[in-house]
């Protein structure tokens, strides 16, 4: 489980569970009890069609695949193992107009924040578990990340409908190209977290990390909007907040992650995260209509 | 020999000068230099009316059905969409109440949209395609005015865009979200109507690289995303906390489609 080192007893660690349940609401608590118990209790949840969304992501997942898929997968162990890499996504969204704001400007300018950057977590229910996004400023989020990509893909397009080249079809590339964009910036996070230590963090934090790293890039494209020489400074100074920000941030994961602590090894692979934002934004930022450029 | 039968004469009640016929058939033509005032074609041949016969059948006279159905088959009176037992018995609805496309309803939901400030918001409590679907149509022939044959392009994004909305507030809302896809969809289509709107004026207006042209379509774009995050803020109980939240989804969704516009 992803333990917090962040309140000062030295050895305080709780016995790492089966299952992630990053989430401090008793909700999903209750829910995951539920779904141990099978899919039964969930039945007409999962078909009502408004509470679709909140019934447990993972339990849909298991029941599709056991059904589609492969039927000979018990659901039980299935959702265990798909509970283990995708945690509830109600806990990303529960935002308010406050965390947002001051998020975006912790992301934006991370040398001005004057606080910790550790989760503040609380025990809940005998498990240590994170608080949600509204109550604490560290927690990652993903409203923020969609939203920033989808301001990134469509200020990409109005960039090339200025430059006379627009079309239906590049927004469909500029999509495909922030997406990859973002599942390399996940691929790097993870790979590097995986070579130190044992890799148990929630993909979907992972997921909320990366998805960061569009704020910027949509301020850069905006910028580029207005008066196409700001870019160019507009473009080093996100990567290095971004950079600045990733740095802090896996700092504390891995701290909290790994069993023994090597100093070396973890900031050679913090500054080489910091180092590889710079290939990235410089390629999301070229918006064009070539796929590769 | 062969049998005579005796043909009664054709008379028109109004016409000035009969003209018994026996050898042409009795149509049911007035004979137009004579006639002077119309009447309501009365059918030629009556079937023996079944007074107490034990086969009822359906005996299609013209002059009754026309009272039977509504004034005009364009505005059919609220009560009517009910079912059809308010109908003549052992008649069908018409066809626009069977596909459930309600006109007046349409037309009152255009009229709230129109007026960017104040929104009543209990008519739309009732999700509604067809609306949705006529801006849809008009988009998409206001841009073939413009020369861009973008049909499929339209249709595929008020699909993404809706399962988009649908899916992100109602992650928002939390546990008290109840924002089905058939209601996103149709607050999505209808707050399309500004876009529809500046579409068909973009055909008047200063080409885009200006300034101008930008200004109005942020008016637009703005009068769009205010009245769709009114519309779905009734929903969401919570809404006091993140009304910006909600807009935001919104305001990236209209502002693509004005890029359609645009170029």
Redesign the interface.
């Given at each position: 489980m992803y333990n917090d080192m962040g309140s000062q007893s030295g050895m305080l660690r709780l016995r790492p569970n089966g299952h992630h349940n990053s989430s401090g609401n008793t909700?999903s608590e209750a829910g995951f009890g539920l779904i141990r118990g099978g899919l039964g209790a969930y039945g007409e949840r999962i078909l009502g069609?408004?509470e679709?969304?909140?019934s447990n992501v993972s339990a849909i997942l298991a029941f599709f695949i056991c059904k589609y898929v492969d039927a000979s997968l018990l659901p039980s162990r299935l959702l265990e193992q798909i509970s283990r890499y995708l945690s509830d996504?109600?806990y990303?969204?529960?935002?308010?107009?406050h965390y947002?704001r001051n998020k975006l400007k912790v992301v934006l300018f991370p040398f001005l924040h004057r606080g910790h950057w550790t989760r503040v977590s609380e025990p809940v229910g005998g498990r240590l578990s994170y608080r949600p996004p509204m109550h604490d400023i560290n927690a990652p989020d993903?409203?923020i990340p969609?939203?920033a990509f989808?301001?990134y893909v469509?200020l990409a397009?109005?960039l090339l409908?200025?430059h006379g080249k627009?079309n239906?079809e590049a927004?469909n590339l500029l999509f495909v190209k922030g997406l990859l964009g973002w599942f390399l910036q996940v691929s790097l996070l993870k790979l590097s977290l995986f070579s130190l230590s044992s890799g148990e963090v929630p993909l979907l934090d992972i997921v909320a990390y990366a998805g960061y790293a569009y704020t910027g890039l949509s301020l850069a494209v905006l910028g580029r909007i207005f008066w196409s020489y700001s870019y160019y400074f507009l473009m080093p100074w996100t990567c290095l907040s971004m950079g600045i920000f990733l740095v802090k941030t896996m700092k504390r994961v891995l701290f909290a992650e790994v069993r023994s602590y090597d100093s070396t090894t973890h900031h050679y692979l913090l500054l080489f995260i910091a180092l590889a934002q710079f290939p990235l934004f410089i390629w999301l930022g070229n918006v064009s209509i070539h796929w590769l450029l | 020999m062969p049998k005579e039968f005796t043909i009664p004469p054709v008379t028109f009640p109004t016409s000035n000068t009969p003209n018994p016929t026996t050898t042409t058939t009795t149509t049911n033509t007035p004979q137009a230099p004579h006639l002077h005032q119309r009447q309501p074609p009365t059918a030629p041949f009556q079937p023996p009316r079944p007074s107490a016969s034990s086969l009822p059948f359906m005996s299609f006279d013209i002059a009754s059905t026309s009272t039977s159905t509504t004034s005009s088959p364009f505005f059919p009176p609220p009560s009517s969409t009910s079912s059809a037992s308010a109908l003549f018995a052992g008649e069908e609805p018409s066809l626009l109440e069977e596909l459930e496309i309600n006109p007046s309803l349409i037309w009152r939901k255009t009229l709230s949209l129109i007026h960017p400030f104040r929104l009543n918001t209990s008519l739309h409590s009732d999700p509604d395609l067809s609306g949705p679907f006529l801006y849809y149509f008009a988009f998409s022939l206001f841009q073939l005015l413009a020369g861009k044959v973008q049909f499929g392009v339209i249709l595929g994004w008020l699909a993404i865009s809706s399962i988009f909305l649908y899916s992100i507030l109602n992650f928002l809302a939390g546990k008290n979200g109840n924002l089905d896809l058939y209601r996103s969809f149709s607050v999505v289509g209808y707050c399309l109507l500004p876009i529809v709107i500046y579409s068909a004026a973009s055909l008047f207006l200063p080409p885009t690289p200006t300034t101008a042209a930008f200004l109005i379509a942020a008016v637009f774009v703005i009068w769009a995303t205010r009245v769709s995050s009114r519309l779905l803020a009734v929903d969401d109980l919570g809404a006091s906390d993140h009304r910006a939240l909600i807009a935001y989804p919104c305001f990236l969704i209209y502002s693509l489609f004005s890029m359609l516009v645009m170029f």
């Open positions: 909700f069609s408004s679709y969304v909140q996504p109600n990303y969204f529960r935002v308010n107009d947002v993903l409203y969609l939203m989808g301001t469509i397009t109005l409908g200025l627009f239906p927004l | -």
